[in-house]
Structures are given as structure tokens and as C-alpha cells.
């Protein structure tokens, strides 16, 4: 009973501190709420500012860039038109120009080249067709190789090629000693 005074007084003192470590936070949590709110406005301003300046810099720049873009798709498209046309005459030996409005015939020269122009890739994709088809076939053998190679090696589970390449290994050295034996016995060896 003695020390319950000694007690209280030691809460008392205690809260005292807490209240004033509350009283300072509290303060200072104030300060912060109001530096903020000073802040924020000049932000926003900032920021508006920026949107309101900067939007027409961006537009004309992108205006621009779509204009090389499609100058630069023009002008890609005028050379492949180019390309085609000399394809084109170079392939069928007339220019697709031509003031001939009637159509070849089939005794003309311009029948003549588009025939062979026709023929030449049907060759060229027949010996391109066997060319794949014999690939083809040495791949699907090569390939039957590998899957032979695969099982005897295991697939990677120690199988019995780990142990082939092991009594190689053990022969092929057994062998040499025996020989160097047999040399320090004098056998010259053919």
C-alpha cells in the first residue's frame, strides 16, 4: 500500500510525457498538412502551365513525323512500281506501256517469252520441289540416326553407352600397358 503513491505518481509523470510527445507530433503533423497545401497550388499551376505550353510543340512534331512517314511510303511505292515495270518487261519483253491495246497472240514474240518465262519457273519449282523432297529425305535419316543414337545413350539416365565408352576407355588402356609390358620384355612388334 506504501508504494501505490510512488506508483501513481510514476503513471502520472508518464502519461505527462506521453502527452507532450503527442502534443509535438500532432505539431508537427500541422506543419506538414499546411507546407503541403502551400505547396499543391504552385504545383498545379506548374503543371497547367506545362499542358497548356508544351501540347503544340508535341503536335507539330508528330504532324512532321507523319509527314516523312508518308513521304517515305510514296516514295517506296514509286520504286517498287519501278521495280515491277522492269520485272514486268524484263519477264515478258514488252513494256506494260505499250500502245497495243489487242492481246498477244499466240504466234507473237510476246507469247513466245511468257511461255518460256512460264516454263523456266515451273522448272525452277520442280528442281526446288526434288531438292526438298531429297532433303527431306536426308533429314527424316538423320533425324532416324539420332533417335538410334538417343536410345543408346539413354536418353541421359547413364545408359548403356556411358558404359560402352568406359570398357573402351578401360581396354584401350589395358592395351597400352600390355604393350609397354611387352616392350620391357623385348617384343619389338610389328
Known amino acids: 500500500a506504501l508504494s501505490l503513491p510512488s506508483e501513481l505518481q510514476a503513471r502520472k509523470s508518464q502519461s505527462e510525457g506521453l502527452r507532450e510527445e503527442i502534443t509535438s507530433v500532432r505539431k ?4 506538414l498538412v499546411e507546407e503541403i497545401n502551400g505547396i499543391h497550388p504552385r504545383l498545379e499551376s ?14 507539330t512534331e508528330r504532324t512532321l513525323r507523319a509527314e516523312v512517314l508518308a513521304n517515305t511510303i510514296e516514295t517506296c511505292l514509286l520504286k517498287l512500281s519501278l521495280m515491277r515495270y522492269r520485272t514486268y518487261a524484263a ?8 500502245s497495243s491495246t489487242s492481246p498477244p497472240t ?16 515451273h522448272t525452277l519449282l520442280r528442281t526446288k520441289d526434288l531438292a526438298q523432297q531429297d532433303e527431306e529425305k536426308r533429314l527424316d535419316k ?18 548403356g553407352f556411358g558404359q560402352v565408352v568406359e570398357d ?7 592395351m597400352d600397358e600390355c604393350r609397354r609390358d611387352l616392350k620391357r620384355l623385348g617384343w619389338t612388334g610389328d
Open 142 to 159: 538423320q533425324l532416324r540416326e539420332y533417335e538410334k543414337v538417343m536410345e543408346l545413350v539413354g536418353r541421359g539416365r547413364g545408359g
Open 46 to 59: 506548374t503543371l497547367l502551365d506545362a499542358i497548356q505550353r508544351f501540347p503544340p510543340n508535341i503536335q
Open 106 to 121: 499466240p504466234n507473237t514474240p510476246t507469247s513466245a517469252t511468257m511461255h518460256a518465262a512460264l516454263t523456266q519457273t
Open 168 to 174: 573402351m576407355a578401360r581396354v584401350k588402356r589395358e
Open 28 to 31: 508537427h503533423i500541422v506543419e
Open 91 to 98: 519477264l515478258y519483253g514488252f513494256s506494260s506501256t505499250s
